[in-house]
């Protein structure tokens, strides 16, 4: 099939994200994806149902793949490939269900890609719940600080500190990729290797907003499934995971989630410092999305 320029798809791998899969679907479309195909890896949650539900939809293709080995390179090429082979895509996004591609000026994805670049990176953002939005029961896509400036924690401090405040480190950027010679998409969507590696970008029309933790119940679970994978030969975790699953194994997983959530005076002083920004566009437009105005 014939590439064509800037059809772009978005591959996805998933597991227990029923509260965010639908919005997120729904918010690339709107932002210009032409394809997706999803993996889910052994929701219990109702994700792959809703999934199936909507797979006869003809931009949709679900792959139920309950494989526990944890795979994600290797199946997030194998979904980059086929989206290339079977739909002729000339970029593919490699995407986590919290994370949304946000384009500059009200433009679509498509519109800020370069057509040339085999590899492009897009630095990601945490998005931060705030102790006011928990208390007023807000939903997590009402979050209009992100952390812009983070701060250089130790690997070991990430581990071990206590008083480590994990929204606050630096996060990986993202990459979105040409099909057309792709090697292989590293773990963690982070990095990719393509044969046509000096052709590379670093695309600043585009953000990644990242939502992690929505509430505890979502928190709670996420931890719980990568407590299964942790420590099992060649799955590879991040601090973050080291940190959270002896909290999850010990009780104490909601006591980090309450210290995950910032005060009006605390992110008072993080703005002060250049650490955090406001960004109400991308809320604003998720909000139109689940609360449509008559």
């Known amino acids: ?17 029923i509260d965010i899969i639908d919005l997120n679907l729904r918010f690339h479309r709107a932002k210009g994806i032409n394809q997706f195909i999803v993996m889910d890896n052994g929701s219990t949650d109702g994700t792959l149902d809703y999934l199936r539900d909507q797979a006869e939809r003809s931009d949709l293709v679900v792959i139920d793949n309950p494989d526990s080995s944890y795979q994600q390179s290797k199946w997030m090429t194998a979904m980059a490939r ?33 057509e040339d670049a085999t590899v492009q990176t897009v630095q990601r953002y945490n998005r931060l719940l705030t102790r006011e939005m928990e208390s007023a029961q807000l939903p997590f896509y009402q979050a209009e ?8 924690y130790s690997g070991e401090s990430q581990i071990n500190n206590p008083s480590c405040s994990m929204q606050l ?12 010679l792709l090697w292989k998409i590293k773990g963690g969507n982070h990095r990719a290797r393509h044969l046509k590696f000096w052709s590379k970008y670093n695309n600043s ?14 928190f709670e679970t996420n931890i719980a499934g990568r407590a299964e994978k942790l420590g099992r030969p060649k ?16 009780g104490t997983l909601e006591q980090e989630y309450n210290h995950l959530l910032i005060s009006d005076a605390q992110r008072t002083v993080l703005s002060e410092i250049g650490v955090t920004g406001q960004e109400k566009g991308l809320p604003a437009f998720l909000a139109d999305l689940m609360e449509p105005k008559p």
């Open 145 to 152: 600080y992100f952390v812009k400036s983070p701060i250089l």
């Open 169 to 180: 480190v630096k996060i990986s950027p993202k990459v979105i990729v040409q099909p057309r």
């Open 82 to 114: 086929q989206a290339r082979d079977v739909f002729g895509v000339s970029h593919v996004i490699p995407n986590d269900a919290d994370e949304f591609w946000w384009p500059k000026d009200g433009l679509s994805i498509p519109e800020v890609l370069s």
């Open 235 to 250: 799955v590879k975790m991040g601090p973050h995971i080291k940190r959270w699953v002896p909290m999850y194994n010990n």
């Open 205 to 218: 029309d585009l953000q990644v907003h990242h939502f992690p933790y929505r509430t505890y119940s979502q």
């Open 1 to 17: 099939m014939a590439v064509k320029p800037n059809k772009v798809a978005m591959v996805l791998l998933v597991k227990n994200e």
